[in-house]
């Protein structure tokens, strides 16, 4: 089957460090990757995406890596800001055309950048 | 463009009442989907639907209903409301049927069911 797993929150990080977040996934054939963020009190917005192997996903200083061979598609940032505190959420899209209806996501690890 | 929007932000149900989510968006998507989000679970699909008049169930679709009369908006109904479906409703549209489109949410619906 379809699954995310992300590593478990949540994190605190003061301003300027280094963010990883963890994500690895289990799916058939090539799926689409995203992160979602979710800010307090919002909705999820896109943060950023990978269709295939390879594939750098970038927005805002962030950056994931869709890792076929680890199945991985972990979120990095080299300096965070208080304004990145929100909850970020992996999620697969099955491959075919379908898949803009079927998002899985992972739990959600919420981070903090304290000043 | 206002996106998409839901409506009410907050409601408190008790057990067995019903009533409806509201969900509209202006973007002229076909794709539109109803998820909700429980601690520790993520987002889980409820029901989704791939045009006007055309709606299919997700992971989660019991105790809830749709419909689509029109492509701005997909309505969230739940017949007789229990404490399992106290959650955080999101509603999301997409423009294409291809697995990269991307999906807009809207702010969400915290629901409590007593």
């Known amino acids: 089957g379809n699954s995310v797993t992300q590593m478990e929150g949540p994190v605190t990080l003061s301003e300027e460090a280094f963010l990883t977040i963890n994500c690895t996934y289990t799916?058939?054939?090539?799926?689409?990757l995203f992160w979602y963020v979710q800010y307090p009190g919002e909705g999820l917005q896109l943060l950023l995406k990978?269709?295939?192997?390879?594939d750098k996903g970038s927005n805002k200083g962030f950056e994931a890596t869709y890792r076929k061979e680890t199945t991985s598609f972990h979120l990095e940032k080299g300096s965070v800001q208080v304004s990145d505190s929100a909850v970020y959420f992996c999620?697969?899209?099955?491959?075919?055309?379908?898949?803009?209806?079927?998002?899985?996501f992972g739990t959600g690890t919420r981070l903090t950048v304290i000043p | 463009n206002a996106g998409v929007t839901q409506t009410p932000k907050f409601q408190v149900l008790k057990t067995g009442q019903s009533m409806t989510l509201q969900c509209a968006q202006d973007?002229?998507?076909?794709?539109m989907s109803w998820y909700r989000q429980d601690p520790g679970m993520g987002l889980r699909l409820i029901h989704y639907?791939?045009?006007?008049?055309?709606?299919d169930q997700g992971e989660v679709p019991n105790g809830y209903n749709v419909s689509r009369s029109t492509t701005e908006d997909f309505p969230l109904r739940l017949l007789s409301a229990a404490p399992s479906q106290t959650s955080v409703y999101f509603c999301?549209?997409?423009?294409?049927?291809?697995?990269?489109?991307?999906?807009?949410f809207g702010p969400g619906t915290r629901l409590t069911v007593l």
């Open positions: 999301a549209s997409s423009s294409g049927k291809w697995a990269y489109n991307e999906q807009f």
């Open positions: 799916a058939t054939g090539y799926p689409s």
């Open positions: 990978a269709t295939k192997a390879d």
């Open positions: 999620a697969l899209t099955p491959p075919g055309i379908t898949g803009a209806n079927n998002l899985f």
């Open positions: 973007m002229n998507h076909e794709y």
């Open positions: 639907s791939v045009g006007a008049g055309i709606t």
